[in-house]
């Protein structure tokens, strides 16, 4: 596809599980942002990745947080132990220049 | 650590008034884009500006970026419906690659 591609669009698990949600991202593009969203809230930073250059991730809110992106392009963000306050929506983006292009978006409830 | 500032944070307006919503940051940008994000879906871009007092008209929404880069504001004029909806800003810095998102505004026009 053109844009960016997010799975699962929507994700109920139990308190304790692991989940890992996935990110397309437009091919080319060598910058890859992960943010959270919380219901009616403005976006929390989680980590960006660029080319071959360390991640930053200065976002992530705990060590159960992790991502990687394999082959400069999928991304992968693992969150593990899930815990209710992690509920929210994930966001991926991809950048190759001035402007970041979003997914939809995965809806991470949990019970 | 680059920081945007976003004003107001919420903005309740009756259908047909006017508004502007702010983008501050101590920072210098490259560039600075605009995003508006409807519930359930990611954020869509809505404008560049790169230039040190540029405006640039979107219909009904004029966009300009602050003279010295750091900062930027987001008019429009006779507010409708269709204009609900978060907006978010988000800069470049000079050099970099990485794109800092300010939190949002969270725009709501009645009829």
């Known amino acids: 596809g053109a844009g960016v591609s997010q799975s699962p669009s929507n994700k109920v698990t139990e308190k304790g599980k692991d989940v890992e949600l996935r990110c397309d991202p437009i091919s080319g593009h060598t910058a890859l942002y992960w943010y959270r969203q919380s219901l009616g809230q403005g976006l929390e930073f989680l980590i960006y990745f660029q080319g071959n250059s360390a991640p930053d991730k200065s976002g992530l809110p705990s060590d159960r947080f992790s991502a990687e992106r394999t082959g400069g392009s999928v991304s992968t963000l693992t969150i593990q132990r899930t815990q209710q306050e992690d509920s929210a929506v994930y966001l991926c983006?991809?950048?190759?220049?001035?402007?970041?292009?979003f997914g939809q978006g995965t809806r991470l409830t949990v019970v | 650590t680059q920081l945007l500032e976003q004003s107001p944070q919420f903005l309740s307006i009756q259908e047909g008034e006017n508004l502007t919503v702010y983008c501050n940051s101590s920072?210098?940008?490259?560039?600075l884009q605009w995003y508006r994000q409807e519930p359930g879906e990611g954020p869509v871009l809505l404008v560049t500006v790169v230039t040190g007092g540029e405006v640039k008209k979107l219909k009904r929404l004029t966009f300009q970026f602050g003279d010295a880069r750091k900062d930027s504001s987001l008019h429009i004029t006779a507010a409708q419906p269709g204009d609900t909806g978060l907006y978010l800003c988000?800069?470049?810095?000079?050099?970099?690659?990485?794109?800092?998102f300010g939190k949002g505004t969270k725009l709501s026009v009645i009829p």
């Open positions: 983006a991809s950048s190759s220049d001035r402007e970041a292009f």
């Open positions: 988000a800069g470049r810095g000079a050099g970099s690659y990485q794109l800092t």
């Open positions: 920072s210098v940008f490259s560039s």
